[in-house]
C-alpha cells in the first residue's frame, strides 16, 4: 500500500470508549458532511461472528487470524454480511461482545483490519471512521481527529437503551470491563490521539455535536 497517498484522504477519524457516542455521531457526521462512515468496532465483532460460528475458540491465535484474514466481509447500507451470512443483529449480541475483547487485543488481527479500514477509505477518497485506534494508528493524517468521551453513567443509560432487554447495572459493569481491557492492552490501545480534539458529550444533544465538530472540519479543510 502506498502510505503517502493516505495523507491526501478527507478522513474524519472519531475514537472513544463504549457508548461515548461515536456511532451516533459519526454516522450523522458523515451524512452532514456528505461523506460515507465507516463502523470499525463492527469489523472486530465480525471476526468474533466468524470465530463463534466456525466454533474456534477466540484465545486460538493461530484459527482467528486465519479467518480474519480469509473473512469476506461485506458492509452496506447498514447490513453487516460476513462470508454472505447476514450478521447485523448478531454482531450486537452478549456472544459476540464477550468474544470480541480478546479477538481484538490481536495484534495480526489489528494489522489484517487496519489494512481493510485504510482500502475501504483509499476507493473513497476518505469518510468518516469510528472505532478505538483510528487517529492513533489508523489515519494519524486525518483532518480532523476527535477523541469523544462521556461519564460512565450516562454511557451505561445510552447502552441500557439502545437494546431494551439490557439491565442497566450489567451494563455499567460490562462497560467499565470493556474500558479496561480496551485501554490496558498491549496493541493500539485505546488513546487520546496526537493532535485529537476532546469532547465530552455528556448531556450535550447530539446535533450541537454534530454541529461543531462539523465547524471543526471547515475550519481544517
Ligand atoms: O465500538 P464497539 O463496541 O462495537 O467495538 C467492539 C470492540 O472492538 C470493542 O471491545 C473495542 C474493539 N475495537 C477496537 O479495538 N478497535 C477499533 N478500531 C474498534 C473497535
Same mark, same amino acid.
Request: glycine share 8%; aromatic share 4%.
Given at each position: ?9 478527507? #478522513? ?15 454516522? %450523522? &457526521? ?15 465483532? @465480525?471476526? /468474533? ?6 466454533? /474456534? ?31 447485523? &443483529? ?8 464477550? @468474544? *470480541? ?6 495484534? $495480526? !488481527?489489528?494489522? $489484517? ?8 477509505? &483509499?476507493?473513497?477518497?476518505?469518510? #468518516?471512521? +469510528? ?20 461519564? *460512565? $453513567? ?5 447502552? %441500557?437503551? $439502545? ?8 451494563? @455499567? ?12 492492552? %498491549?496493541?493500539?490501545? &485505546?488513546?487520546? @490521539?496526537?493532535? %485529537?480534539? +476532546?469532547?465530552?458529550?455528556?448531556? !450535550?444533544?447530539? /446535533? ?14
Amino acid at each position: 500500500m502506498d502510505m503517502s497517498a493516505l495523507s491526501d484522504l478527507q #478522513v474524519v477519524a472519531i475514537d472513544g470508549p463504549a457508548g461515548s457516542g461515536k456511532s451516533t455521531i459519526g454516522r %450523522a &457526521l458523515a451524512e452532514r458532511l456528505g461523506l460515507e462512515y465507516l463502523d470499525t468496532g463492527a469489523m472486530y465483532r @465480525a471476526v /468474533a461472528f466468524s470465530v463463534i460460528r466456525a466454533q /474456534a475458540d477466540p484465545d486460538d491465535t493461530d484459527r482467528v487470524r486465519a479467518l480474519a484474514r480469509s473473512m469476506d466481509l461485506q458492509m452496506a447500507g447498514g447490513r453487516v454480511l460476513v462470508d454472505g451470512v447476514d450478521a447485523t &443483529l448478531e454482531i450486537r449480541g452478549p456472544e459476540v461482545t464477550r @468474544a *470480541v475483547t480478546a479477538v481484538a487485543a490481536d495484534p $495480526e !488481527v489489528r494489522a $489484517e483490519l487496519c489494512t481493510r479500514q485504510r482500502l475501504w477509505a &483509499l476507493e473513497r477518497g476518505g469518510g #468518516v471512521v +469510528e472505532g478505538r485506534d483510528i487517529g492513533s494508528v489508523v489515519f494519524p493524517d486525518a483532518v480532523l481527529k476527535v477523541y469523544l468521551t462521556a461519564s *460512565v $453513567e450516562e454511557r451505561a443509560r445510552r447502552r %441500557a437503551q $439502545e437494546m431494551q432487554d439490557l439491565d442497566y447495572d450489567r451494563v @455499567a459493569q460490562d462497560l467499565v470491563r470493556r474500558d479496561e481491557s480496551d485501554s490496558s492492552r %498491549a496493541a493500539s490501545p &485505546l488513546v487520546t @490521539a496526537d493532535g %485529537a480534539v +476532546e469532547y465530552d458529550t455528556t448531556g !450535550v444533544e447530539v /446535533a450541537r455535536v454534530v454541529e461543531d465538530l462539523a465547524t471543526m472540519v471547515a475550519e481544517r479543510m
